[in-house]
């Protein structure tokens, strides 16, 4: 999987994020600060979630210092047949195999 934050900002920027810990509450954005609270390394949580396209979610990303919003977090994942029907067999208990 790869996580990206887009900030706001005229170059429409990417910057890569980096989860401290599987299954961990927030993210790192290393070499970024907030731009409201300047709290650096920038600290993010995601709200939201939502589905962007064939093999990425999105969702908005808040400071966690702040709680203020800083940009859309992508997720792309891998996925063969796209998010929404990985997502329906999920839910229907199908064994793969």
Known sequence: MKITLL???PDGSSLKVVPPF???DHANVP???CPHCNHEPLQIQGTGKHIKNHSTYAA???????DKYVGE???K???LFGIEEDE???RMGAKIY
Do not use: H, R
């Open 60 to 66: 908005g990303a808040v400071c966690t210092s702040c």
């Open 7 to 9: 900030m706001g900002g």
């Open 22 to 24: 599987e299954g961990s």
């Open 77 to 79: 994942v891998n996925t």
């Open 73 to 75: 977090i992508n997720a």
């Open 88 to 90: 329906l067999v999920f």
């Open 31 to 33: 070499g970024a600060k």
